[in-house]
């Protein structure tokens, strides 16, 4: 087990704090009726409960859903029947139709993502901000933290996200980044997992490759067929055999990880390059038979893609996505626009621009929206001017269309 004691790098204390199904329990604390019921996050204005006569409230189904959306998050009810984050909402509902479908709320997950980060700052302020539910924090100078290995710091942080916001995260407390990012997985829900480099071959070297940050499906399929499909594989292979197969820096990267090697530190804040949101689907999607579904997953990346900027004190003035097929080929296309904007209309208009100019007979594995060209928008003189009017004709109405019926692609569309 962790040795306070040991010497560098054991004394550096990491810790890796993961919020637990972080859409869904906050829904959960609106809908506190749901406790214990199979939930999916993934909806959309006409699956918002109603309210009867009696107080009480309707929930839709997953059995009654149509359309080719996706899901956003489930409860682990949800979970344990099988469905997850990116699965198409129809094939949610043959897995469970008895599941109740909420839509989705990205105000409501931001506001209680600054609470339980707030909670954290007042106990442990080196903060690394990784996204909407996730941190990492350096203990090592906390008073104290070193002398349990943090298991009293790790409780007070659970304690304090949770009178914070009434919500339960999982943390991994070790040397490392790497291997808290590892330990926050392994007692979820609720956990507080403390783990030094003589519990790795207990505790690490049994996970799926696929399983650390880092290794993406393409690698753990080259992996799996050089026969190394666990961690524990990876790291009883020779450097040299990975450094064969890999390149020497990923080679390098593998056998380091495996053996739970990371000297990465703690990154309170940089000025970043660009923003970006992405996400990996489930199966293979085609933008022709799938196009409903495409067309929710690149609006909601846009929607989220401006909330990230809006929070971050960011404006963007080059919008560019990113694609990677289903040979793990990708690409990417840029546009520059006339003015900084963040925007959620004007980015989606300018990422379906970039769509244009990409050949989309492959089915897509991975769909992404970045926002590059960065400019603080305290330093912006000139005011943000309005977007720019739509150019396609189907939009031109007196009302704007809804951001969520904007098509995806405008070069399918005649």
Known sequence: MYSPGAASPSRRL??????????????????????????????????????????????????????????????YEARALGVFSAMGTMKAAQLAP??????????????????????????????????????YIDLTEVPGALDDAGRAIGQRLKDAVFAATGLTCSIGITPNKLLSKLGSELDKPDGLTLLGIDDIPARIW???????????????????????????????????????????????????????????????????????????????????????????????????????????????????IKLRFDDFK?????????????????IRRAAGECLKRIDLTRRLRLLGVRAGALAKISELVAPLPPPPPPTDTRVRAEEPAPLYELPLFAQMDS
């Not at 105000?107 to 442990?124: G, L, P, Q, T």
């Not at 990465?264 to 990996?280: A, D, G, K, L, W």
């Not at 840029?334 to 963040?342: G, S, V, Y």
């Open 14 to 75: 990491i810790a890796h704090l993961d919020m637990d199904a972080f859409y869904a329990s906050v829904e959960l604390l609106r809908y506190p009726e749901l406790r214990g019921l199979p939930v999916v996050i993934g909806g959309g204005r006409r699956h918002q409960p109603e309210t009867l006569a009696d107080g009480t409230r309707r929930f839709s189904k997953l059995r009654d859903y149509t359309g080719r959306g996706v899901i956003t998050t489930s409860t």
């Open 98 to 135: 008895d599941a109740i479908l909420l839509p989705v709320d990205f105000d409501e997950y931001r506001r209680y993502s600054r609470m339980f980060k707030a909670a954290v700052r007042e106990i442990a302020p080196k903060i690394e901000d990784r996204g909407i539910d996730e941190i």
């Open 206 to 320: 049994p996970l799926a490759a696929r399983k650390v940050n880092g290794i993406g499906p393409k690698a753990s399929e080259r992996l799996a067929g050089l026969g190394l499909h666990t961690v524990g594989d990876i790291a009883g292979a020779d450097p040299a055999f990975l450094v064969q197969h890999f390149g020497a820096n990923y080679g390098r990267w593998l056998h380091d990880i495996a053996h739970g090697r990371d000297e990465r530190e703690v990154v309170t804040h940089s000025e970043p390059v660009s923003i970006s949101r992405e996400t990996t689907f489930e199966r293979d999607l085609h933008a022709v038979r799938d196009r409903a579904a495409l067309s929710a997953i690149f609006t909601d990346l846009c929607v989220e893609l401006a909330g990230d900027l809006a929070r971050k004190g960011y404006a963007s003035k080059t919008i560019g």
């Open 330 to 346: 990708s690409v990417t296309r840029d546009l520059t626009l006339p003015a900084h904007t963040m925007d959620a209309r004007t």
